[in-house]
Every structure is written in C-alpha cells, then in structure tokens.
C-alpha cells in the first residue's frame, strides 16, 4: 500500500556497496525499516542519501507491504528544515545520542500520533535554542509518559525513588533508587516544562549521574533495551 506520511530518521546502515537500510518512526505506522536501493550512488531521483540524517524530519511517499520486511521509499522531502541541529556541535552528539536512544526504545509498528507530534515538537524546540545542556534528561523523562512508565508523582515527598517500581518510597529497597542531590534533580524535571529546563542548574558530575539513572530506569522497563554508544561522545561535549 503506498502511503504519504512524515516520518523522523532513527538510522541509516550503509548495505552494500550504495545502499542503505534506513529506520524511521512514521506518523502513519510508527517503526518502519526501509531499504534504499543504489541512493549513494545516485545523484539524480526523489530519495537523496542527505536526507537520512539522524533525526531529519521528513515526508515520504513510501510503499508498506506490513509483512515484516523492508519497505521502499519512493519520494522524500524535508518536512522540517533545521536551522542549528546538524551543524551546532553540541547540538548534533544530543541529536545522535537522542536518535539512538529513540532506536533501542520504539519497537512497535503501530501509530501513536501523541508520541510522533511530541517527538517532532521536541526536536522543533531544540533546533530553535541555545540553552540546551539539559534537553535531553526533560526529553527522556518526558518520553516515558507515551512509553508506558512514566514515573508515579504520588508521595513526591519521599526521601527515595525506586527505579523498577517506578514510584517514590520513603525508605531504600532492593532494588536501583535515587537519593539525594540525584533524586532532588529528578523531581526538578518532573515538575517543569521545556522552556524552563535551563532554571534547573547542574554541573557536569551531577547531569552524567542522572542521565546515567534515566538510562537504568529505560533498561529495567523496556524489554532488550541496550545502552547506546553515542553516551561517551555527548558526556565529552557536555563535560
């Protein structure tokens, strides 16, 4: 079935001598994979290798056979020009950190316009910023509403959070928690919006230990999860 929907880029692998397997989460079907015939070699068509960038917000014109195998794209454009996101340092690793993180995380081929329109909105916003360090733990957290784990804001006042759970407990359990100054930045994040993430004033020690936790609460909630290995180029960008 030919299908004309917006889509953002996950992952492009190089296949071959010319061609690449692109992922991409789709407003029409969530989770598509397509296999992009000869496009490093081409330099004439409707499907151009540039638009495969990470994050790269895109309409497609594409085939969905929905059987399991890769699809085809017949036409691409760019629904979104971005003005800073592939060319600012800083801002290209969270864009790569953040492409690979969606990637382990969005598994299923099925639409989920709230998700897809908070995604597009997020990364609208972080194109248009400057003050950024701390976009991408308020992105994370975020996220986990339409993931199904979003943290329990009940009894917020408790002195522990406890990651399998998913709630706050007032004394420490077995398993992975947050305490302290870690916890303290957590409930920050919890209860602010994006235009207000730069009020929240961390140094670099404090942001790699709570991305280090959101990264542990999405591997005790998200089945065959892996860590992504784009961490140590942002923890340098942002050190």
Do not use: C
């Given at each position: 079935?030919q299908v004309?929907?917006?889509?953002?880029?996950?992952?492009?692998?190089k296949?071959?001598?010319?061609?690449l397997?692109?992922?991409?989460?789709?407003?029409?079907?969530?989770?598509?994979s397509?296999?992009?015939?000869g496009?490093?070699?081409?330099?004439k068509g409707?499907v151009?290798a540039?638009?495969?960038?990470?994050?790269?917000?895109?309409?497609?014109?594409?085939?969905?056979?929905?059987?399991?195998t890769?699809?085809?794209?017949?036409?691409?454009k760019?629904?979104?020009?971005?003005?800073?996101?592939?060319?600012?340092?800083?801002?290209?690793?969270?864009?790569?950190?953040?492409a690979?993180?969606?990637?382990?995380?969005?598994l299923?081929?099925?639409p989920?316009?709230?998700?897809?329109?908070?995604?597009?909105?997020s990364l609208?916003?972080l194109?248009?910023e400057?003050?950024?360090?701390?976009?991408?733990?308020?992105f994370?957290l975020?996220i986990?509403?339409?993931?199904?784990?979003?943290?329990?804001?009940k009894?917020?006042?408790f002195?522990?959070?406890?990651l399998?759970e998913?709630?706050f407990i007032?004394?420490p359990?077995?398993n992975p928690?947050?305490?302290?100054?870690?916890?303290n930045?957590?409930k920050?994040?919890?209860?602010?919006?994006?235009?207000?993430?730069?009020?929240?004033?961390?140094?670099?020690?404090?942001?790699?230990?709570?991305?280090?936790?959101?990264?542990?609460y999405f591997?005790?909630h998200?089945?065959?999860?892996?860590?992504?290995?784009?961490?140590?180029?942002l923890?340098?960008?942002?050190?």
């Open positions: 079935m004309t929907t917006k889509a953002i880029v996950l992952s492009a692998l296949y071959g001598d010319n061609s397997i692109v992922k991409a989460y789709t407003l029409s079907d969530g989770l598509k397509y296999l992009l015939k496009v490093l070699s081409s330099k409707k151009k540039a638009y495969f960038q990470p994050l790269t917000q895109l309409e497609l014109v594409a085939v969905h056979k929905n059987k399991g890769l699809e085809s794209i017949r036409e691409a760019t629904s979104y020009h971005y003005q800073t996101l592939h060319t600012s340092i800083a801002k290209n690793a969270m864009a790569q950190f953040l690979e993180m969606l990637s382990n995380s969005l299923e081929e099925e989920n316009e709230n998700l897809f329109n908070y995604i597009e909105a609208q916003w194109d248009t400057t003050q950024i360090a701390n976009f991408h733990l308020h994370l975020s986990t509403k339409y993931l199904g784990f979003y943290p329990d804001r009894n917020n006042g002195f522990y959070f406890d399998v998913g709630s007032n004394k359990s077995l928690i947050l305490e302290g100054k870690n916890l930045y957590f920050m994040f919890l209860g602010t919006n994006f235009d207000a993430i730069y009020t929240v004033k961390m140094n670099k020690t404090d942001r790699q230990d709570l991305l280090k936790s959101l990264i542990l591997e005790l998200l089945q065959g999860f892996r860590k992504p290995k784009s961490l140590v180029i923890n340098e960008i942002f050190s």
